[in-house]
């Protein structure tokens, strides 16, 4: 049996993984891994009108990105935020275009990213 989240395999008699509350899979899917594409994590952010609004702007500007956890926000409200991470070769781009919003992100910090250009 595995976790669908974590994908950590557990004895047969467990049926829902104690880390993720949710319900274990006979078999991993078998997803191609997109382990040749370098993410970096840009912010983490509680607020779902942020995440909705970001994924309007990275879609239409061609940013290679997903959120991690975005299901738990959810599920378990405030517990953990959303990290949105985004192709690394795309981060300064990424960057370019939040520099200037007035978004509630929560941890953000483009210093980082910027720095180094
Ligand atoms: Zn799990």
Redesign the pocket.
């Known amino acids: 049996m595995f ?1 669908p ?2 994908k ?1 395999e557990f004895i047969q008699g467990i049926t829902t ?1 104690p ?2 509350k ?1 319900k274990l899979i006979d078999e991993l899917p078998h997803e191609p891994e997109p382990e040749f594409v370098d993410y970096s994590e840009l912010l983490a952010t509680y607020n779902p009108a942020d995440i909705a609004f970001l994924k309007s702007l990275f879609d239409s500007e061609g940013i290679t990105y997903f959120f991690k956890g975005e299901h738990f926000m959810y599920v378990r409200p405030l517990a953990d935020p959303v990290r949105l991470m985004v192709k690394t070769d795309q981060i300064s781009k990424a960057v370019e275009l939040l520099k200037d919003l007035k978004l509630s992100f929560t941890g953000i910090n483009l210093d980082k990213f910027t720095k180094t250009k």
């Open positions: 976790c989240e974590c950590s993984c880390a993720c949710v």
